[in-house]
């Protein structure tokens, strides 16, 4: 259950962020809200399994980057991650690599306020 709850606040989030966010589009397959949440739930469920699968190789890759730049390189792979989603995930697009970082950094934050406020860090 509570990974339904993640996934939900996820594509809310990333709904607000795309509506807010200039270069961040997010579009259902004939334009209508309820087809953007379904797309916006897409992006967070292959959003949690990029994060699962793909990002600790990447991680693991690119570590001694990481540990010159004091773990800023970490940014760079959550922008990757993002930019990687928009292109496996149709009607999820971001226009460049600035706007990715943007994107995953206000999410990241925002995912950690609301998690932590429904208590979902348990």
Same mark, same amino acid.
């Given at each position: 259950?509570?990974?339904?709850?993640?996934?939900?606040?996820?594509?809310?989030?990333?709904m607000v962020i795309a509506?807010?966010?200039p270069g961040v589009a997010l579009k259902g397959a004939h334009g209508l809200s309820s087809d953007n949440?379904?797309?916006a739930i897409i992006v967070a469920v292959v959003l949690g399994l990029l994060n699962l699968f793909v990002k600790p190789i990447l991680v693991l890759l690119t570590l001694p980057v990481t540990f010159i730049t004091f773990?800023?390189?970490l940014l760079v792979i959550n922008a990757l991650i993002i930019m990687l989603c928009a292109n496996l995930v149709d009607g999820f697009a971001?226009?460049? *690599?600035?706007?990715a970082?943007? *994107?995953?950094?206000i999410?990241?934050?925002l995912q950690s306020?609301?998690?932590?406020?429904?208590?979902?860090?348990?």
């Open positions: 259950m509570n990974l339904i709850i993640r996934i939900l606040l996820t594509a809310v989030l990333v509506h807010f966010m949440f379904v797309t773990g800023l390189f971001v226009s460049s *690599f600035w706007t970082l943007l *994107f995953s950094l999410l990241s934050v306020v609301l998690f932590s406020l429904t208590g979902g860090d348990k």
